[in-house]
């Protein structure tokens, strides 16, 4: 294969980590600083989320004073909080509307979850698997992805640990049932190993359909201890969950490789709890290894390895 240059952004989630395994998204950060600090750290993108007090254009004009461009940011939907689906679409309309202003045409989408969840509590294994609930789920992914298209900017299914949305066959059952024009696929790196899935496969098997993708790092003999266990969400980000790109044990090389030649997405780096405690120097890292292993100078394998739990 020839080689790919592929942008990558941050989603500056380091700085948000709690001492109790959980973010803190409320946490007072100086908006302009951060990107600063992001910029300074390598990326070329920062994760789209204009700060609170900001116009989306003043968010746009510090962005190209900085240096950074917008990469996809993330839409909650479904997450038990009481909101009406009525609600749920009006929220979608309108941040499919603020991609739109910020150049962006997709946007990763899905479901929400709490601390006191079920599957927070026995994360990474699909607990207490509901088909009613997620065909509810479906549903209302097909609708958030026709009203964001109507914007302009196309819908991406993101599974997570701790959600409606978790493993590799409920993955499935989301991009098999809604039309690829309408949904497309943003996979997390991270969470879906975390929750056993051949990462590398399952983007091969739906690879036109990948908009962007989450690079996270993680340890796979804490995610299989922590099931054996039966540790909670947070116990097991307390064990040494996650790590930087490179740090882990992810084939993160080859799982980025598994992207079809054509893929025209971000690569957005996440480290949930830094496994460096500096988040600058967290992101820095994750920076370096993300322009030394995946620039133009590298080739991707012909065979990439995937990663499973």
């Not at 302009?32 to 746009?60: C, H, M, N």
């Not at 946007?107 to 509590?121: C, E, F, N």
């Not at 590398?200 to 201890?225: E, F, P, W």
């Not at 307390?238 to 997405?265: K, N, T």
């Amino acid at each position: 294969m020839t080689a790919a240059t592929i942008p990558f952004a941050l989603n500056p989630i380091q700085w948000r980590a709690t001492d109790d395994g959980w973010l803190d998204f409320e946490r007072e950060l100086d908006p302009r600083e951060l990107l600063l600090q992001i910029k300074a750290a390598g990326f070329d993108g920062v994760f789209a989320e204009v700060p609170a007090g900001w116009t989306i254009e003043s968010y746009r004009d510090v962005l190209e004073e900085v240096g950074l461009r917008p990469a996809p940011g993330y839409l909650v939907v479904g997450s038990g909080d009481g909101v009406g689906e009525a609600e749920i679409l009006e929220r979608a309309a309108a941040a499919a509307r603020v991609h739109a202003e910020l150049g962006l045409d997709d946007i990763l989408v899905g479901a929400g979850m709490s601390k006191d969840a079920t599957r927070v509590q026995h994360p990474a294994r699909g607990y207490a698997a509901d088909p009613a609930r997620l065909d509810r789920m479906i549903d209302l992914l097909g609708r958030v992805g026709e009203v964001t298209r109507a914007e302009g900017v196309r819908a991406a299914v993101h599974p997570h640990v701790g959600t409606v949305v978790e493993t590799d066959a409920e993955a499935r059952a989301v991009l098999d049932a809604v039309d690829a024009a309408t949904l497309g696929f943003g996979p997390d790196t991270g969470h879906l190993a975390w929750a056993g899935a051949d990462v590398a496969q399952l983007i091969r098997d739906y690879g036109s359909r990948v908009t962007g993708m989450h690079v996270k790092d993680c340890r796979l003999s804490v995610a299989r201890r922590a099931r054996e266990l039966d540790l909670t969400y947070q116990q097991t980000v307390m064990e040494g969950l996650w790590a930087e790109p490179g740090r882990g044990e992810l084939e993160l090389e080859g799982i980025i490789a598994s992207l079809p030649d054509e893929f025209a997405g971000w690569l957005i780096v996440e480290v949930d709890r830094p496994d460096i405690p500096d988040p600058f120097e967290s992101a820095r890292a994750s920076a370096s290894w993300m322009r030394g292993r995946n620039g133009s100078s590298r080739e991707r394998p012909t065979d990439p390895a995937g990663a499973h739990a």
